[in-house]
């Protein structure tokens, strides 16, 4: 049989099995539910694809990151040269480069292609070197990692073989000078291997190097390398709305279904395609800062549970006519056929996906940081994912932790999560002359205090002294009294999206009957609920931290710090503050200004600030193990300043702990932004002293 009816015939086959398998995982991702958002801005995700996924733009930026950006890009490169030998070998030399870009192009590309073979070999040994004697933490040598790698080692072998024996068969002692623009091949013609050995050489590369192009082509879905297909669509698909950052999407509660996510197929298919595109790099879990500290939470491994679970699921899943429900709940599905009952069956005898192959308490471990999903190079969102699961288990199965079920009550009877009486909310201003805003309609901000400001000691503080500057600033503000409620944050990602409505329906009816347009709030978590997840109550506001707001103040001369500080003062970046709400640049202005020079950084700093420890609610919850907090105040702690400051009341109370906890409130005080500003104006009460002596 000629050579090129089996090439035809290897390629269609290889290629058919490929297509097959492709739109399996397409079908299987497809159960999952419609993709709420849309995808416009396509030439920005062409130039997302181009940067991210073309340029390793995420990658590039990491340290050491050469080797996987040399093979990356080597890849692509190789890739070309392979479409040129598939092409030749299905069509015959017509579709050869020389003939179609000219014998000028072809040879300088080939040149760089054996160049980039070349580079390729040389970093996979390195990186055997580097994964078998070095060893570096999270990425071990896997079956599957060394199967690929040898692949494609020796796809650039069979490549100088192919050109260099070819070139020595047809041309002898020419060979070498004929394909110099070809240096590594050109030195394998010059072996001496020419005549009939040489041409049985260069087949046996040919078919070898075909062979493993075909394999690996079918290889890739069933691999860790299945991000190579799943990458480029999820870049491409990103949410590109800045604003949508962190937001967590309203649930129509009338619809059980829509009671989170217990099963796969209840993630929408966007959510299901981002476990494709995961490449096992770790980034995910080595900022982890659950992970980190010991607890039984990796986002890698959650990611690769739920691309399991699709993969497995979906599989019995596609055996099922659509109308069939396998769940069994819908009234009005299409009655199963024998078949379809046995699979029924089979689906019912699988583990559950929550708390079966992802474990309750791995759930719960979750600070919702967001470090993962910023650390993660193909933008794939774990923290939306395991607040969905939170909320299934808590509004579908009634499981949490008791200290959970505590603060729901707490949040329902007093609306605040301590549970203290809702007639305290204002205990905290005693002796304080307060504009509320039911006699003050007219007042251009309404500040909103916070569950924390109003019944946390240290965060009661922290009120003051930003009321304080407000007042020497001269602001027109008022606050809502008893009438204000938690916004229902911790409610939200702890997983009772009921109970979060509820308070936030009450909170919009409230603001909206005064018509506030204009809010400020020191507490990071406020923030984000109102500016972000508001508006889908029909509550729109112009929602400012007290950051911002403060930072123009000092910004427009209406404060005007002294420099009286004579303190070290590093600044701990606030989870719901910076990576969710892209605020880093504003509290640093504000410490440079009042205390005449720039926050010392810690080495986790702004986008890759590690977590406190107290968000998704985990400010009421029992940790065990290595506390986070701890980890983060000995970072703080280990820059020498004197100060530690924070923007969040959570924050500050996690490392005033933390401080505690290295027996270290002697030397280190923790302050608010706020405090470092009423500190730097002389403004004295309740502030900056007695958080000193709190500290
Ligand atoms: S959100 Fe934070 S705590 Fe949760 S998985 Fe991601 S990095 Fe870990
Ligand atoms: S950072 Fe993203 S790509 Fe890397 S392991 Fe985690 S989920 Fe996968």
Known sequence: MPKQYIVIALVVLSFAFFLWTVQRFIRVMKKGRPFPGSFGEKGARFGDVLLYFFMQRSVAREPLSWHHLLIFWGFLVITVGTAEILATGVFGSALSYSNLFGSGIDRAFKAVLDVTNGVVLLIICYSFFRRIVIRPRLIPLSTDATLILSMIAFLCISHFGMHGFEAAAALGSQAPQAIGHMPISAWVAGLGVGGSTGHTLAEANYWIHLVIVLFFLNYIPYSKHIHLLGALPNIALRGRDKRAVGMLPKLDLEDENDWGVGRYEQFHWKSLLDTYACTECARCSNNCPANLTDKPLSPMKLIHDVRDEMLERGKLLLKLRDGVDPTGENENATEPNDAEKVVIEELGKMEPLVGGRIKDETLWACTTCGACENACPVFIEHP?????????????????????????????????????????????????????????????????????????????????????????????YAVLGDEESCTGDAARRAGNEFLFQMLAEQNVETLNGYGVKKILTSCPHCFHSLSKEYPAFGGNYEVQHHSQFLQQLVATGQLKPQRNSAKAITFHDPCYLGRWNDEFDAPRELLHRASGSAPIEMERTRGKSFCCGAGGAQMWMEEEGPRVNVNRTTEAVNTGAETIATACPFCNIMITDGVKSLDKDEDVRVLDIAEVLAESLGIQRATAKEAEATN
């Open 384 to 476: 939306l994912k395991i607040i969905q699961m939170r909320t299934h288990l808590v509004l579908s199965e009634g499981r949490m932790p008791a200290e959970l079920a505590r603060m729901f009550r707490g949040m329902e009877n007093n609306q605040n999560p301590w549970g203290i009486g809702a007639d305290q909310r204002m205990a905290w201003a005693e002796g304080r002359e307060l504009p509320l805003l039911s006699d003050n309609k007219d007042a251009e901000y309404l500040v909103w205090i916070g569950c924390a400001g109003a019944f946390d000691d240290r965060a009661q503080k922290v009120t003051h002294a930003w009321l304080d500057l407000l007042d020497q600033a001269g602001v027109k």
